[in-house]
T-cell receptor, first 109, second 114 residues
Framework: GQQVMQIPQYQHVQEGEDFTTYCNSS?????IQWYKQRPGGHPVFLIQ?????EVKKQKRLTFQFGEAKKNSSLHITATQTTDVGTYFC?????????FGQGTELSVKP | NAGVTQTPKFQVLKTGQSMTLQCAQD?????MSWYRQDPGMGLRLIHY???????DQGEVPNGYNVSRSTTEDFPLRLLSAAPSQTSVYFC?????????????FGPGTRLTVL
């Protein structure tokens, strides 16, 4: 079945450094969603990408959807301690939303 | 709106015990689902429901039952708890089955099975 793979599993950065997480699907996706989970919290929706090659920005966060709609990335510029958490991508399979394994970001002040 | 609520927040069970994790939403969402989260495994779908009276299996359904008698409630039943079911359980809802909808998560239930 469709799998959504996410790398890296962990990323430790110094505050001010950039961070990128990558999401790859074995099949073409109609859309992809990104969620953030703070330590001890629950996943919270960040954004959805629908179009091939789409790029969306939210302040220091840049989201991209690949031309083939099989991969996506989240890039954070100049990380801050408030960016700490786990970032998940999720893609639809039928009516289900399948999540990647997540990338846990830690930021050292 | 309270959004998605879950009870209890924490639970400790002994092997073989049964229990029900409660989930409710007040957003009139048709679609509800249960995930479990384990370290390094991400969020794995247990069961889901596209509307009252309709449920289906997700990726890891064994050992769990669900029912959906109302739009608001979607309880998850552990029939005979096993240590492998130690996990954090999240209930989620979205407006409809169509995938182009933001999914809202509850605060989670942290379950330990001894």
């Amino acid at each position: 079945g469709q799998q959504v793979m996410q790398i890296p599993q962990y990323q430790h950065v110094q505050e001010g450094e950039d961070f990128t997480t990558y999401c790859n699907s074995s099949t073409t996706l109609s859309n992809i969603q990104w969620y953030k989970q703070r330590p001890g919290g629950h996943p919270v929706f960040l954004i959805q990408l629908v179009k091939s090659g789409e790029v969306k920005k939210q302040k220091r966060l840049t989201f991209q959807f690949g031309e083939a709609k099989k991969n996506s990335s989240l890039h954070i510029t100049a990380t801050q301690t408030t960016d700490v958490g786990t970032y998940f991508c999720a893609g639809p399979r039928g009516g289900k939303l399948i999540f990647g394994q997540g990338t846990e970001l830690s930021v050292k002040p | 709106n309270a959004g998605v609520t879950q009870t209890p927040k924490f639970q400790v069970l002994k092997t073989g015990q049964s229990m029900t994790l409660q989930c409710a939403q007040d957003m009139n969402h048709e679609y509800m689902s249960w995930y479990r989260q384990d370290p390094g495994m991400g969020l794995r779908l247990i069961h889901y429901s596209v509307g009252a009276g309709i449920t289906d299996q997700g990726e890891v359904p064994n050992g769990y039952n669900v029912s959906r008698s109302t739009t608001e409630d979607f309880p998850l039943r552990l029939l005979s708890a096993a240590p492998s079911q130690t996990s954090v359980y999240f209930c989620a809802s979205r407006l409809a089955e169509i995938s182009y909808n933001e999914q809202f998560f509850g605060p989670g239930t942290r379950l330990t099975v001894l």
